[in-house]
């Protein structure tokens, strides 16, 4: 079945890049989504790529799609302090409208 | 906008009563809505996905007398946990999709509700 995976934790200091990475199983995912979840919040939507790109930039946040690798990447730029939060990676596959979680990865910025 | 909402946000009851969870989506329609399950640290478990008028469809696993789905409306969905026991306790998500051409079938969160059942 489809799996997407990422690493559990991620620590930068306030105004460094931070680069958070997931890799997915499924060669026919059509979107890749980056959510965002604060403690006890539900999930908020940053960014999404369509599968036939390669990059996405939406002010601090840049998106890289490595096809071939199954390798989406989230960077945040110039990283502050509300930035802190889990993100999650999503990949829809091709034949449902349902959604892939990754792990989730914890992202701690330190001021 | 693409706003969705849950109520209550917050639940806590005894083992063995019910309890009904809304989700609604504000500023549009929503063709389809799903429920996710969410464990402490852990990802998001889709549990079913539910379009307005029709039958829910349960992910395997997830007991549908149980999980009562009921999709009225464009903008309503409601989850309602029948005789709860402390195993349910988690914290439980809705989204909803716009079901427009070109909007990636986004899914739009919404606050999520914690329900404690004691």
């Known amino acids: 079945g489809e799996d997407v995976e990422q690493s559990l934790f991620l620590s930068v200091r306030e105004g460094d890049s931070s680069v958070i990475n997931c890799t997915y199983t499924d060669s026919s995912s059509t979107y890749l989504y980056w959510y965002k979840q604060e403690p006890g919040a539900g999930l908020q939507l940053l960014t999404y790529i369509f599968s036939n790109m390669d990059m996405k930039q939406d002010q601090r946040l840049t998106v890289l799609l490595n096809k071939k690798d199954k390798h989406l990447s989230l960077r945040i730029a110039d990283t502050q302090t509300g930035d802190s939060a889990i993100y999650f990676c999503a990949e829809k596959g091709g034949a449902t409208n349902k959604l892939i979680f990754g792990t989730g990865t914890l992202l701690a910025v330190q001021p | 906008g693409a706003v969705v909402s849950q109520h209550p946000s917050r639940v806590i009851c005894k083992s063995g009563t019910s309890v009904k969870i809304e989700c609604r989506s504000l500023?549009?329609?929503?063709?389809?809505m799903f429920w996710y399950r969410q464990f402490p640290k852990q990802s998001l478990m889709l549990m079913a996905t539910s379009n307005e008028g029709s039958k829910a469809t349960y992910e395997q696993g997830v007991e549908k007398d149980k999980f009562l789905i009921n999709h009225a409306s464009l903008t309503l969905s409601t989850l309602t946990v029948t005789s709860a026991h402390p195993e349910d306790s988690s914290f439980y998500i809705c989204s909803a999709t716009k079901g427009l051409a070109g909007d990636s079938d986004t899914q739009y969160f919404g606050p999520g509700t914690r329900l404690t059942v004691l």
């Open positions: 500023d549009f329609q929503a063709t389809t």
